[in-house]
C-alpha cells in the first residue's frame, strides 16, 4: 500500500517512522491497509527502521478490534497472552469488553461501571469508554451518552478532581450527530437548580465541538440519539444561551480543561 510505502521511505529515523505509523494506525480503514496492519500484528511482516515492544502490538490489536477485522476476538486473546507485565495485563482485560463486537457485551461493561468499585482504575476506564465510543461506533454507542451524563454527579464525589472531566470529555469525543448533541442539550435544560456549577461547566466545555458541529434544530427536545430528526428552524428554548455558556465556561476553565484534557 501506499501508506506502507510512505512510512518506509518517507521519514529518516526512527521517531519519525514511529509518529507515521502511530498517525496510520489510529486512523487506518481500508481493507488493504488493514490486512497490512494485521500481518504486522502477526508479526508476519516488519517495517525498515522501526523496531516494535509489547505496547506496540498491544495498541494496534486495539485497533484492529474495534475495527472488527476478520478474527478480531482472537487477536485480543493471543494479545492478552503475550502480555508480560501483570498491571498491563490486567488494564487489558478490562477494556477487552469495551472493544467487542457484541452490543450484549458492551453493555455489559458499560453497565459494571455504575458500581464504583468498577471505576477505581480511572485510566482504564477512560481507555475503555475511548473505544466504546470510538468514531466508527459512534451510531452504536449514542445510547450511553444519557446514562454517562446522569453519572456524572456521582462520579465528582467518587472518583479524582479531574476524572468527571475526563469522563465527559472520552464520553462525547467521537460523536458529531444532532441526536447526541440534543440528548446533552435537553439535559442541561431539566438540571435541578441544586446542580454544581462546575459540573454544568463541564458538561459545557466538552460539548463545545459538538454543539458547534450539530447546531441546534427545532425538534430537539425530543431528540435523545442518534435516530432524532432534527427540523430546519429555532433552537430549542435556551440553545443560544447554552451555546453562549459553552464559550463562556471554556474560557473560564483555561488550558488543560478543554477536550483534549484526558
Known amino acids: 500500500p501506499s501508506d506502507r510505502l510512505a512510512i518506509s521511505v518517507s521519514p529518516k529515523t526512527a521517531s519519525q517512522k514511529s509518529s507515521w505509523f502511530g498517525a496510520l494506525r489510529n486512523v487506518f480503514g481500508t481493507n488493504e491497509t488493514t490486512a497490512w496492519m494485521r500481518r504486522i500484528w502477526e508479526k508476519k511482516e516488519t517495517i525498515d527502521g522501526l523496531p516494535l515492544a509489547e505496547p506496540d502490538y498491544t495498541s494496534l490489536a486495539l485497533e484492529l478490534a474495534v475495527r472488527e477485522a476478520d478474527g478480531w476476538r482472537d487477536i485480543l486473546t493471543t494479545q492478552l497472552t503475550r502480555i508480560e507485565n501483570p498491571d498491563r495485563k490486567a488494564r487489558f482485560e478490562f477494556v477487552m469488553p469495551a472493544l467487542s463486537a457484541d452490543v450484549n457485551e458492551r453493555d ?3 453497565r459494571a461501571l455504575t458500581d464504583v468499585n468498577n471505576r477505581r482504575r480511572e485510566p482504564w476506564v477512560l481507555e475503555g469508554l475511548s473505544y466504546l465510543h470510538h468514531p466508527l461506533r ?42 447526541v448533541a440534543n440528548t446533552v442539550r435537553n439535559f442541561l435544560a431539566q438540571l435541578p437548580a441544586n446542580y454544581p456549577a462546575r459540573l454544568r461547566n463541564t458538561i459545557l466545555v466538552a460539548a463545545d465541538e459538538l454543539f458547534r458541529v450539530a447546531p441546534a434544530k427545532a425538534g430537539a427536545a425530543g431528540g435523545s440519539g442518534c435516530g432524532a430528526h432534527p427540523q430546519s428552524g429555532a433552537g430549542p428554548p435556551g440553545s443560544e444561551a447554552i451555546q453562549s455558556a459553552a464559550d463562556l465556561a471554556r474560557d473560564r476553565e483555561g488550558p488543560g480543561h478543554g477536550p483534549g484534557d484526558r
Not at 450511553?144 to 456524572?152: G, H, N, T
Not at 462520579?155 to 478532581?161: A, F
Request: charge should be positive.
Open 108 to 110: 455489559r461493561w458499560f
Open 138 to 179: 459512534a451510531r452504536a454507542s449514542s445510547k450511553y451518552v444519557l446514562p454517562s451524563l446522569e453519572m456524572l454527579w456521582e462520579i465528582q464525589k467518587t472518583g479524582d478532581i479531574f476524572f468527571p472531566t475526563r469522563w465527559m470529555n472520552t464520553t462525547l469525543s467521537g460523536h458529531s450527530s444532532p441526536g
